[in-house]
């Protein structure tokens, strides 16, 4: 037996994915295709028109355009992805590193609003362990920004640590707060399936800015002046603030890499995890790449069922 440990190597999918949805905002059908790449490919997407691609976005926070109500993220063409974040939390709540994202709209298709549907896709069909080491974006000094009463922080940790807040004057919500050590299984057991959510007394504004089209029951929980709308009730304990967490496991991973850090978040969103990570870049000396200690090279790469990983996390 080797004495390699999971998670040394990079990673990628045993095969190709294919999807179908609607975009939450526009209302458009989607077709998303997920590609197995190489090492050090990181997550890239590829905007398809007419079965050709016109674009190759890398899912990085210098290509982050826009952060109203999902993170965009775009090419200096103005060619632009949106609502990337619970895709890209389930590719780095999984630990995928390497993956072509091939999409024929604006917009990954919201699902039931939550990972979940990501997640099972990748379950189908397995993860594929690479010979290179991993890459991690190592935080070496405790970074922090602040704006209208939010505010969010990295700091140095050996692992992924995520510690977020919420305080809504719903009293559907209320305030509540969440701590995980991050890894496969916790994203999965915790935080996968929790749903994004909405004020019902927001409906009539979000449809007359032309953002919310493809919003309804079956992927969204709405919330009404004192219940959650939704006939099944809520998925977890605390599942508005799980979801706020899942969409802070997104937006992070516009990092380009895994984080070793903790993160820290009160009353954030998709703009305020943006800004942390722009200011860890903005200063060198905040940050350092660092990769997995080399391990004993097997005769072919290793294919990991995902639920052998998230055993591993655990």
């Known amino acids: 037996m080797s004495n390699r440990f999971i ?5 990628t999918l045993a095969r190709e994915i294919q999807l179908t949805g609607t975009g939450v905002h526009s209302g458009a059908p ?3 295709t997920l590609h197995p790449a190489e090492a050090d ?20 926070v210098a290509n982050v355009k826009n952060l109203t109500l999902c993170t965009v993220i775009g090419d200096d063409a103005g060619t632009t992805v949106g609502t990337v974040e619970h895709l890209l939390a389930a590719l780095r709540g999984l630990s995928i590193d390497n993956l072509y994202i091939e999409i024929d709209s604006k917009e990954v298709p919201i699902m039931d609003g939550s990972s979940a549907e990501f997640v ?7 993860i594929r362990e690479l010979s290179e080491p991993r890459k991690y974006i190592k935080v070496l000094k405790p970074v922090r920004v602040e704006e209208g009463g939010c505010w969010g922080e990295l700091a140095p940790h050996s692992g992924f640590r995520m510690d977020v807040e919420i305080d809504f004057a719903s009293p559907v919500i ?13 994203f999965r057991h915790e935080l996968s399936r929790a749903r994004t959510f909405g004020f019902m007394s927001d409906v009539e504004k979000l449809w007359k800015a032309g953002l919310a089209l493809g919003a309804d029951l079956t992927n969204t929980v709405a919330i009404g002046e004192d219940k959650v709308m ?7 304990p ?9 969409d802070a496991v997104g937006d992070l991973a516009l990092a380009g890499m895994p984080l ?5 978040s009160y009353r954030g969103g998709h703009r305020l995890n943006a800004m942390v990570l722009q200011a860890l870049f903005a200063d060198a000396s905040n940050w350092a790449t660092v990769q997995a200690p080399r391990t004993r090279a097997t005769r072919t790469p290793l294919q990991i069922a995902p639920s052998a990983i998230a055993a591993a996390a655990e």
């Open 7 to 11: 998670g040394a190597r990079q990673t």
């Open 30 to 32: 989607v077709s998303l």
């Open 41 to 60: 490919t990181g997550l890239r997407f590829l905007v398809a028109k007419r079965g050709k691609v016109i674009s190759e976005i890398a899912a990085h």
């Open 120 to 126: 099972e896709a990748i379950d189908r069909v397995g």
């Open 174 to 186: 209320g305030r509540q707060r969440l701590q995980y050590e991050m890894g496969p299984g916790i």
């Open 230 to 236: 939704n006939r099944e009730g809520l998925r977890y």
């Open 238 to 246: 605390q599942e508005f603030v799980r979801h706020k967490m899942l």
């Open 260 to 264: 070793l850090g903790a993160y820290r």
